[in-house]
T-cell receptor, first 116, second 112 residues
């Protein structure tokens, strides 16, 4: 199995630019999660989807952030306009049947974003 | 609300030392508990888990026991190796809520 695939692995962009992060979950997984990791705040859940439908977006920091999942094999996280405080590692993760019964979630290798 | 508290790092040990990383939780209902590990430059991966009280999860020499009475899930290993250097995350999920709540992570350095 290929695992969760994220792109780009590294992105450096200027403040004000649009950033799009991409994720391909593990085939057959019906849950997809977007997390953000920083030194100050640790690992934060931004949003998660079940069967391509957003279930909980309460962790999305503000309107500059948006996420979509047009089909079962692809999701995007967009930041527009980007700001230096958005610099972080963004992880996508997926799972089969969610985590409420102790199911495992599988993480991608992350997208390292730097906004200058 | 649901939350996880784990000891702050970094933790620095010599090779073959005994390791304990403390983790306590607050949760409504009966959570499942996890330890995830993150090696440098990589995503998190599951190390072990326990889904009910008194269960013991184990993997790669690491162990953790689900203690409902103390709301704890401490990670232990009897003899650490340099290759165990990583960041360790304690986490929980509760029934009817399909998301995992992570602690802030504990960075572990093992010296040869």
């Amino acid at each position: 199995d290929a695992g969760v695939i994220q792109s780009p692995r590294h992105e450096v962009t200027e403040m004000g630019q649009e950033v799009t992060l991409r994720c391909k979950p593990i085939s057959g997984h019906d849950y997809l999660f977007w997390y953000r990791q920083t030194m100050m705040r640790g690992l934060e859940l931004l949003i998660y989807f079940n069967n391509n439908v957003p279930i909980d977006d309460s962790g999305m920091p503000e309107d500059r952030f948006s996420a979509k999942m047009p089909n079962a094999s692809f999701s995007t996280l967009k930041i527009q306009p980007s700001e230096p405080r958005d610099s972080a590692v963004y992880f996508c993760a997926s799972s089969l049947r969610g985590t409420s019964s102790g199911n495992t979630i599988y993480f991608g290798e992350g997208s390292w974003l730097t906004v200058v | 609300g649901n939350s996880v508290t784990q000891m702050e790092g970094p933790v620095t040990l010599s090779e073959e030392a005994f390791l304990t990383i403390n983790c306590t939780y607050t949760a409504t209902g009966y959570p499942s508990l996890f330890w995830y590990v993150q090696y440098p430059g990589e995503g998190l991966q599951l190390l072990l888990k326990a889904t009910k009280a008194d269960d013991k999860g184990s993997n790669k020499g690491f162990e953790a026991t689900y203690r409902k009475e103390t709301t704890s899930f401490h990670l232990e290993k009897g003899s650490v190796q340099v290759s165990d250097s990583a960041v360790y995350f304690c986490a929980l999920s509760v029934r009817r809520d399909d998301k995992i709540i992570f602690g802030k992570g504990t960075r572990l350095h093992i010296l040869p």
